[in-house]
């Protein structure tokens, strides 16, 4: 996965297993991620522990948000514009 160094990932439901596991393996490629889950608070803190665990990589922000509803979509579009 060294090719995604510094790439900007997407991560929707962020706080179940597989994406905390995808999470964990795209920090390790020192990716940028935005990850969202219906809760803020829990995706926040379960990428904190994963980010002490492997100690690279970035989250640009974690979403609180339905991202299958038009206005947790629309959530997006201010991060879009700035990366």
């Known amino acids: 996965m060294s090719h995604l160094q510094d790439a900007v990932?997407?991560?929707?439901g962020a706080a179940g297993?597989?994406?905390q596991e995808l999470t964990r393996q795209?920090?390790?490629?020192?990716?940028?991620?935005i990850?969202?889950?219906l809760e803020e608070v829990i995706v926040r803190k379960r990428a904190e522990v994963i980010w002490r665990e492997?100690?690279?990589g970035d989250v640009i922000p974690c979403l609180g948000a339905d991202l299958y509803?038009?206005?947790g979509s629309e959530?997006?579009?201010p991060l879009t514009m700035n990366h």
């Open 17 to 19: 297993v597989f994406g």
């Open 54 to 56: 492997v100690g690279i």
């Open 75 to 77: 959530s997006l579009r």
């Open 9 to 12: 990932v997407l991560i929707i």
């Open 26 to 33: 795209l920090f390790k490629a020192a990716s940028r991620l």
């Open 35 to 37: 990850l969202s889950d």
């Open 69 to 71: 509803s038009r206005e």
